[in-house]
């Protein structure tokens, strides 16, 4: 026998084999009770939905105002033309997509070299950065003044000038500063070795400056980690570095992830720290480039090509990377 009893109730709809009413469709097939709800729980349904709709509309009229609206102006200044005989910052609305194929081909080299340069600063940022996490959140956390004082250390960069802390470093990597003399004493620098205006000094200042970026989400996703989990993997015989990649990296890739990101987007866009510490040859950033277009040449479009060029490639290695890396997948 079905378990479905096919009388009808007393309405005429079948009931099931407990007496629950159920709603039949036109084709025979059931889906399942009916909801009856009464006109106060749909009126008080339809008032917080109202309620929602205005706590969320003055962040998407911001959104769309102060976001949405210069980057569409951004978009369409990168298209203008320079009619023919105009004066210099001249330009006409117009359809002109060879602007961006001019300008990648003459600044593609900056734009891969921003990229690598984000890429070596932000791995180096999580290789200094998640010890300091780890040992702020999980090794010192029965010490909490001693960790408060770490993490108000941590952040304190923050409190003073990007430009000033850039500036800093100049003098610290300078050919008369103690750091070159000491690896110049070493012999690991040459007597005529130097490490201002070079590579070495723009990763080093984009690591130093967008640490705090890395270290502490991945602080935040330590900070509630259980440490029994930590003590059961001891007590089952697992080494120390077993523990770390079996417990505490998997549990922590949230933060890694967010870091990253949080380090390689700015990173890649950053001018300040290729000006003050590179030579303007061989470390030159797309930062630089389109400042220069911008306020030194007042060539609009090609600048509005490049920084649109660079926000595609940002958006399309962010989203390979979430699609790779994404914490959906973590677990």
Do not use: C
């Amino acid at each position: 026998m079905s378990s479905l009893d096919t009388s009808a109730g007393s309405n005429g709809t079948p009931a099931g084999s407990n007496g629950t009413q159920l709603d039949v469709k036109p084709s025979g097939r059931k889906s399942g009770p009916v909801e009856f709800r009464s006109p106060g729980e749909i009126a008080a349904e339809k008032k917080r939905g109202r309620i929602g709709l205005a706590l969320v509309l003055p962040g998407f009229i911001f959104l769309l105002l102060f976001f949405a609206a210069p980057v569409l102006v951004l978009l369409a200044m990168s298209l203008y033309a320079k009619p023919p005989g105009a004066e210099i910052g001249e330009f006409v609305p117009a359809l002109q997509f060879s602007n961006y194929a001019e300008v990648f081909s003459l600044y593609w080299e900056p734009l891969i070299r921003s990229f690598a340069f984000a890429a070596v600063a932000t791995v180096l940022a999580l290789l200094i950065g998640y010890p300091m996490a780890y040992l702020v959140a999980v090794r010192l956390r029965q010490h909490r003044l001693l960790a408060g004082i770490l993490l108000v250390l941590l952040i304190a960069p923050f409190f003073s000038s990007f430009i000033l802390r850039t500036q800093a470093w100049k003098q610290i990597l300078a050919d008369e500063g103690p750091v070159v003399s000491v690896l110049r004493a070493v012999a690991i620098l040459p007597e005529d070795g130097r490490l201002t205006a070079s590579v070495v000094a723009v990763i080093a200042g984009l690591t130093y400056n967008f640490l705090p970026f890395m270290t502490l989400p991945i602080y935040a996703s330590l900070e509630r980690l259980d440490t029994r989990m930590l003590e059961a993997s001891g007590d089952l015989y697992a080494s120390p570095f077993t523990t770390f990649r079996k417990v505490t990296l998997p549990l922590s890739m949230p933060g890694v992830f967010a870091g990253t990101l949080l380090t390689f987007i700015p990173a890649a866009g950053d001018y300040v720290n290729a000006a003050i510490l590179g030579n303007n040859r061989d470390t030159t950033m797309i930062g630089q480039v389109i400042d220069s277009r911008f306020f030194r040449v007042v060539d609009y479009p090609a600048a509005s090509a490049l920084s649109a060029i660079l926000m595609i490639a940002i958006l399309i290695l962010v989203m390979i990377y979430i699609r790779r890396f994404g914490t959906k997948d973590l677990f």
